[in-house]
């Protein structure tokens, strides 16, 4: 399909960009993006979770002064709106991650780039403003994982993003039956040097699973080891258990990113906001917390941000605008996310992000 830059007509909400993507990409890439795993349950709890929740209207509040600037590690950021790690953007755009790269420059907003980026983290790095983190998937070999943490530090990246629930996914239906496989394009540009792992043969009677895919999975000691390798902060994405949170934050993470992957790694774990609440109490106030999975609106945000999340990551909805309309789109997209934000936040009487609180909140009646 011929890639476009434009901003075609009728986007009037983020949302709109999620609509109009499939007259821009090929089926079966849409599909792999659409797509989680399984039968894509928790790809629906994600978005039904926020459909559980009703933002309550305020009068008469003064909002002259009113604005979402915050300050994540240590950077100062104009919202809590924040572009998600997403591999393979060149399924998307020929850019691919040079013009989301150059989205949140324009915008001012947070990038955190993928490991699995069809560009190299220095080609991002140069194209992206300050607020990059690098986002480490850890590599069997830990010289490349060591590497790839050093090539982020010296492209001057500020944060390091470990993804620690995608060790194993299995593939979406969706996808599948779309016939999908990965184009040759797009290739894990960060990757390319570092010689891929021998496979080694199964024994009679081991697991494809546990002798096999979880043979390299990361464990506790990892993260001691990275943690010691480095000055930079270090987040975890991909929690959502309370006990986990509690020992991630007692082993010295700056972070955490309470996510399910956007549903691509287990079909039936719970929506991300839904176990937003528990993490939050385990972790107490004060200490930070982002949340991705089924953010299509300002007012998604809104109510991440309501039950206990310091800012929102952004995923899929990146994708859609980059196709819809490359760097400009995702832009566009970002614009449009703040503006829903704050529309929300004024009618909620809030003018500060530490304003928006549960009572913000109030169960939805069901259609
Ligand atoms: C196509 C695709 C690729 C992704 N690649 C990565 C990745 O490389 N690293 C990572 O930590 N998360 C990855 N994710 C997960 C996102 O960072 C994020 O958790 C998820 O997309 C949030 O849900 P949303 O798409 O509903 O916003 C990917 C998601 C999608 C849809």
Known sequence: MTPSNRIPAGVWNAIDYERLAPQHMEVGRHAYVAGGCGWDR??????????????????????????????????????????????????????????????????????????????????????????????????????????????????????????????????????????????????????????????????????????????????????????AQTRLSVWVKGVLHPEDARRLQAAGCAGLIVSNHGGRSLDGAPASLDMLPAIRAAVGQGYPLLLDGGIRSGADAFKALALGANAVLVGRLQVWALAVAGALGVAHMLQLLTEELHATMAQAGCARLSDITPDCLTPATPC
């Open 42 to 227: 928790t790809v629906a709890a994600n978005r039904t979770a926020f459909d559980r929740w009703a933002v309550l209207p305020r009068l008469l509040r003064d909002l002259r002064e009113g604005h979402t600037r915050l300050t994540l590690t240590g950077l100062d950021l104009p919202h809590p709106l924040l572009l998600a790690p997403v591999a393979h953007q060149r399924l998307a755009h020929p850019d691919a991650e040079l013009a989301t790269a150059r989205a949140a420059q324009a915008t001012g907003s947070g990038l955190v780039a993928s490991t699995l980026s069809s560009c190299t983290l220095e080609a991002i790095a140069a194209a992206s403003g300050p607020a990059r983190w690098f986002q480490l998937y850890l590599q069997p070999e830990r010289a490349h994982s060591l590497d790839l943490l050093r090539r982020a530090e010296a492209a001057g990246y500020r944060a390091i993003v470990l993804t620690l629930d995608a060790s194993i996914q299995l593939a979406s239906r969706s996808a599948l039956q779309a016939g999908f496989t990965m184009p040759n394009d797009c290739v894990a540009a960060n990757l390319a040097p570092y010689p891929p792992m021998p496979a080694t043969a199964l024994a009679d009677g081991e697991s494809r699973i546990f002798q096999g895919a979880m043979r390299h999975a990361p464990l506790w000691d990892d993260l001691q080891w990275l943690l």
